[in-house]
């Protein structure tokens, strides 16, 4: 299984952006799925993940972010709102066929399946 994000840039604050993760194998396979963002000098952090139909956001992006997931497409989004400066950073997609409680989908060690990452740079 590969995954590959995509739909990231340079931005103004308050702007919105897509994030789109596309997976080589059935999405309907993932039991987990989630955004983490990597900031310039810090650890991975977990912005959002999804398992069957429940949503989960770091408080950071609550209200701002929605993950969402098309399987027949095997597409992950991660739809950004209202951006902020401290938005910036490279975001990953993961994907994992297990479905994790849901403490442990804001562990990226629990996912299997990384796409490469997109850079999101919001300017103010």
């Known amino acids: 299984v590969q995954l590959q994000a995509s739909g990231g840039g340079l931005v103004q604050v308050g702007d919105s952006l897509r994030l789109s993760c596309a997976a080589s194998g059935r999405a309907s396979d993932f039991g987990s799925v989630a955004w983490f963002l990597q900031a310039p000098g810090k650890e991975r952090e977990f912005v959002a993940a999804r398992k069957a139909h429940m949503t989960y956001y770091a408080n950071s992006v609550k209200g701002r972010f929605t993950i969402s997931r098309d399987n027949a497409e095997n597409l992950i989004y991660l739809q950004m709102n209202s951006l902020k400066p401290e938005d910036t950073a490279v975001y990953y997609c993961?994907?994992?066929?297990?479905?994790?409680?849901?403490?442990?989908?804001?562990?990226?060690?629990?996912?299997?399946?990384w796409g490469q990452g997109t850079l999101v740079t919001v300017s103010s």
């Open positions: 993961a994907a994992d066929p297990r479905s994790w409680a849901s403490s442990a989908l804001r562990d990226a060690m629990n996912y299997a399946y």
